[in-house]
């Protein structure tokens, strides 16, 4: 629901969960912080799109910042 979806725990929970439909997955790995996209990019217990993505955003994210 939209008040759930307002925590940013519960968006980290959902994008780590491996049985998250892919494509809300993806969507919810842009509201994600860095470090926890590293740590989505280097899990075995979700699907590899979704960690391939996590790990492009993460670097991404670190150009940004420097």
């Known amino acids: 629901t939209k008040e759930w979806m307002k925590s940013y725990?519960?968006?980290l929970n959902l994008a780590g969960n491996?049985?998250?439909p892919i494509p809300i997955a993806l969507?919810?790995?842009n509201h994600l912080r860095e470090l926890d996209l590293r740590k989505l990019a280097k899990s075995k217990d979700i699907s590899t799109t979704v960690a391939t993505q996590a790990r492009r955003?993460?670097?991404a994210k670190a150009e940004r910042r420097s």
């Open 9 to 11: 725990k519960v968006k």
């Open 57 to 59: 955003l993460a670097e």
């Open 18 to 20: 491996s049985k998250t």
């Open 27 to 29: 969507q919810l790995l």
